[in-house]
């Protein structure tokens, strides 16, 4: 019997939802699709680089879990750009999480923060503690927090 794979937390909603080779209708074309808990694996394991244990608890997920997800999730990607097939992203049993957009001062490093995971203390690409709360479209509610602008 398989286990109910609900909620499996992702960040954010991809900018696009079909990526397609160009000049072929996409009525013409195959197409893989690759679940919104894949895409987020890919997110954080190959864009963010993450290691599997950071990411699987990222996700709410286990670790073997999150191998299995990213496993999946890299095989219909490269099956889409080996076979030229389109690419829909959508689906998977998934929550989204609210989060918080961080700014290192230093080097201007932009990260996430999932709320309920406590202040980052330091930057995770320079380690600087000079580090406040972006402004962007998903921390819109607290831009009294916001980094100050035009100072330094
Ligand atoms: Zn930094």
């Given at each position: 019997?398989?286990?109910?794979?609900?909620?499996?937390?992702?960040?954010?909603?991809?900018?696009?939802?079909?990526?397609?080779?160009?000049?072929?209708?996409?009525?013409?074309?195959?197409?893989?699709?690759?679940?919104?808990?894949?895409?987020?694996?890919?997110?954080?394991?190959?864009?963010?680089?993450?290691?599997?244990?950071?990411?699987?608890?990222?996700?709410?997920?286990?670790?073997?879990?999150?191998?299995?997800?990213?496993?999946?999730?890299?095989?219909?990607?490269?099956?889409?750009?080996?076979?030229?097939?389109?690419?829909?992203?959508?689906?998977?049993?998934?929550?989204?999480?609210?989060?918080?957009?961080?700014?290192?001062?230093k080097?201007?490093?932009?990260?996430?923060?999932?709320?309920?995971?406590?202040?980052?203390?330091?930057c995770?690409?320079c380690?600087d503690?000079s580090?406040?709360?972006?402004?962007?479209?998903?921390?819109?509610?607290?831009?009294?927090?916001?980094?100050?602008?035009?100072?330094?």
């Amino acid at each position: 019997m398989a286990r109910p794979k609900c909620c499996r937390r992702v960040a954010g909603e991809p900018p696009c939802q079909i990526f397609k080779p160009a000049g072929v209708p996409a009525s013409a074309l195959d197409h893989v699709v690759l679940s919104m808990d894949e895409f987020e694996a890919i997110r954080l394991a190959d864009l963010d680089g993450l290691y599997h244990d950071k990411a699987a608890e990222r996700m709410k997920v286990s670790r073997q879990t999150f191998g299995r997800i990213i496993e999946a999730a890299r095989h219909k990607v490269a099956e889409a750009l080996v076979k030229g097939l389109a690419l829909r992203i959508e689906g998977g049993e998934i929550e989204i999480a609210k989060m918080r957009i961080f700014r290192c001062m230093k080097c201007r490093h932009q990260w996430d923060v999932p709320f309920g995971t406590g202040r980052p203390t330091q930057c995770p690409s320079c380690s600087d503690a000079s580090i406040c709360r972006a402004e962007g479209q998903r921390g819109r509610r607290n831009a009294g927090e916001a980094c100050p602008r035009g100072r330094s």
